[in-house]
């Protein structure tokens, strides 16, 4: 890289050079030639050739960005880039992190970034004398997560830990709401957004108006409102209001909310309200007794579509027409359910909901008013099973385009899967793209159709959460990647410009494909490590070079195979040979797996392994992968589905201590507890619990066993305890008010998590740590659900669950914490 005197005195001295023959060829030129008299001289040398601006695109990744732009012809290409936007290049020096790299060629990746940092980068294209420069794109890295629940995490002797559980993609963390760009689908430089964004609408310049249920925006407090400036900064327009937005719409300098509040600036407003380009609160406040979910404007008039039945005190069921002074169009109609979506084309209205009669006529889902109030016979015959919580509509010329949340939907008498299109005169169209899930919104800007949902795959092609169409149907090559949970994704859309802004309660964004199984280092990075395993793994332990995985799927890296895998750190499926079920026609499932010397123990939920008889526990050679004659039979006395399973193995000593549910073992009573001896006969221990035991770990020689039980032998222990190695209860233990998940122990501190929020009377948000003498430990951190998994790796502890967030900043399913000070001194 170079520094700003560097660069000057480059351009200095290459234009030195330079300038007596740009000056003598202006002089010959303006003379008629170089001598002689007036027809012009073909050996005078044309003017030089000129730079032209190339187009730049920016993708983000953890810690760096990757550059790449066309070539224009240059002889060369300059990078520039700061953490504010609109630097000057020729004084790149005095913009924030303003850095150049000269020479630079496409692709090119910038690395060391500071992820949750934006950046904002510049080409330049040097031709000769002359210079010009591109676009300027925006990007902001961050750490990747997953999209999904980690189950299990295990940590390997070099430090990588391995992860385990229902996620598909590790994507770069983004909050829920990210601008992309309506050409390479990348997202550009955006404030992370704390909570769910249910409506957006752009400011036609580029910008957006968001709103839904937050708190922040880039760090900056933001009440469920917030503006976006065209460079992806976060504006000064900060409304408060008192409760969820469900729809924006903006009109010249007037932007319109409708959702389900009471004030906005202190001042009543009833689930409808407009506020100016500046922030301030208007004067036209008709009131709706119920939600407000859509407003569309056209022609100057306000729709609005919602679940209210009156406004103003006037009945208007559903849908009503609004003035921009206030005042309502006389006509209303009888809806006898809500509305959720709608769209004007011309003098028409069409409408999407719940609704399946209007004014006494069947209509389900769908329907089409003039802009007079009258009921239109458009109609589509449209199952019963549409729109049974979300739907969206939009319209495309003489094309209406209708998404939903059910799959199988009759439509006209044909099948339709979440996504659909009629013409004007409600006929269904050919157009069948088939998303596997749900489709809550639809924009559509010329002759393009954008979607969102929380699909994976759309017209037999990967698209997650987000893709394009144009107007004849066909599937476009745009496909930015939304990621979060089962039911995250797209909510909203809007265009502006040459960007796209999605909105959502997704949570990352691009990233890369891991099918239930991934790896990171010590220092949090995604490691290449990436056998796929269908569709759920819930135990992991490693041993050396080979992971071995335990769960419910039925696959691993596409190959058949059940339940327990043996994976070497070079993704390549060791071994499979392992027979573990119910019976024939029941596969089992595999919750617990526990290393011992040469030994793997083996726990869930089975009958049968390599056809022998294990109830439910089993112990293999890690030398061979032959099944061992230790075999404690683990049972119930009653006969329901998981009426005997084992959740947790532990070893103390020549002890195996089991836990889970059950009532017996090898035919003596033992409720949800026992400690077996290495060569399978069953100690005389016995503290039954009386509800499910999760967790269990060893310290210091002390046994600690979490879950749901509040008593343990008799004695009460409400969700922890700890057992000394003669099985007897240790005197003193910690006081949890909630059900213990996960424990793990590291030199001597114990870590907890669960279902809690004090321990021993102190406030601790699912997360509470332990000296060995079972004192709590001033290290605190808060979550915002529990942690289904703890291990720890250097110095760091990391934890995996359903939680989204860690000490109020957003982190889903997956974190890394300091040790606790006892563990690291």
Known sequence: MMTANQNTRQRLGSLAGKLPAILLS????????????????????????????????????AESVTLTWEDTGADSYNLFYSTAPGCDIENYASCPGGTMVAGAESPYTVTDLTNGQNYWFQVESILDESNAVSNEAGARPDRLVPNHWVEAMATGADGTVYLGGLFTYFGVLSGHGVPFSTTSGYAGAFPLVNGPVTAVAGDNKGGFYIGGEFTTVGGEARNNLAYIRADGTLGEWNPTINGDINALAVLDDTVYIGGDFSYVEGEPRNNLAAIDTDGNLLEWSPAANSNVNAIAIADGTIYVGGDFSNIDGETHDALAAINTDGSLHDWSLDFDRQVHDLAVSGDTIYVTGEFKKINEQTHT????????GNLLDWNPDIGLFYCTTQCTIAVAEDTIFIGWDSPFVSINGETRNYLAAFDSSGNLLDWNPNPNFDVYAITVVGDTVYVGGTFTSIDGQERNSLAAFDTDGNLLDWSPAAHGGPTAGVKALAVSGDTVYAGGDFTSIQGYARNRLAAIDSEGQLLPWSPSADPYVRALAVDGNTVYVGGDFESINGEECH????????????SCDWDINRGPEEKGAVYALTLAENT??????????????????????????????????VSSDVSSIMSSVVRTIAISGDAVILAGKFSSVNGQPRESFAAVHTDGSLLDWTLDADQWIYTSTINNNTIYIGGRFSNLGGISRNYIAAINTDGSLTDSHPDINGPVFVLTENNGTLYASGDFDTVNGEPRSYLAAFDKDRNLLGWSHALSDAATSLTVSGNSLYLAGSFTEVNGELSPNLAILPLAESATD
């Open 563 to 574: 339940t327990l895998a043996a994976i070497d750190t070079s993704d390549t499926l060791l």
């Open 365 to 372: 889902g769908v329907a089409a008013v003039d802009t007079n």
């Open 600 to 633: 793997l123990y083996v726990g869930g939920y089975f009958s049968n392994f390599n056809e022998q008889t294990r109830n439910n526990v089993a112990a293999i050679s890690t030398t061979d992968g032959s099944l061992l004659t230790w075999n404690p039979d």
């Open 26 to 61: 202006t002089l010959l030129t303006a003379c008629g030639g170089g001598g002689g008299g007036g027809g012009g001289d073909s050996s005078i040398a044309p003017p030089p050739p000129t730079a032209v601006a190339t187009v730049l695109q920016a993708k983000a990744d």
